[in-house]
């Protein structure tokens, strides 16, 4: 079952970007929003509302990439840190098997799925050392733990 919807934050102005117009395409990412509203430290957050441009191992021609959020934190002695932060399922954060016995239609989505999420991390991580902010890439992992 596909988990989507508008989210609407309790606290509005932390968000940045169009509140009207904030989705969530899981229940992972609807986790995600309720944390970067409701928690303190979080002194400002926003989903989808950046660009970074980078090009597609597929086709060798740019695409733009929407990292699913941006946070702002307030850090416990008091500096700020930025975050780009990427919501993945576990199973897309690592290669596909490089010499499966059969090399099916569900094999070949999974080298693509892993080529270009990795041709878009690296941009996002060479992004944030440009702008001083830190990429990070979550999974079902950090957002539902035992």
């Not at 509005?12 to 899981?26: A, C, F, L, T, W």
């Not at 500096?79 to 094999?107: A, D, H, M």
């Not at 050392?129 to 957002?143: G, Q, R, S, V, Y």
Request: proline letters at 7%; a positive charge; one cysteine or more.
């Amino acid at each position: 079952m596909t988990y989507k919807g508008k989210f609407k934050p309790k606290y509005p102005n932390k968000y940045q970007g169009d509140i009207k117009e904030i989705v969530y395409r899981s229940s992972w990412e609807l986790k995600m929003m309720k944390y970067c509203d409701t928690t303190k430290s979080i002194i400002e957050w926003g989903s989808e509302e950046l660009v970074i441009p980078y090009v597609s191992p597929w086709d060798g021609r740019y695409h733009r990439y929407f990292p699913d959020f941006y946070v702002k934190v307030r850090t416990k002695n008091g500096s700020v840190k930025k975050y780009i932060i990427e919501v993945k399922p576990k199973n897309q954060c690592t290669p596909p098997e490089r010499n499966p016995k059969r090399r099916t239609g569900v094999w070949y989505n999974k080298v693509k799925t892993w080529g270009i999420n990795k041709a878009k991390w690296k941009s996002a991580t060479e992004f944030c050392l440009d702008h001083n902010m830190e990429f990070k890439i979550l999974t079902e992992d950090h957002l539902n733990p035992r």
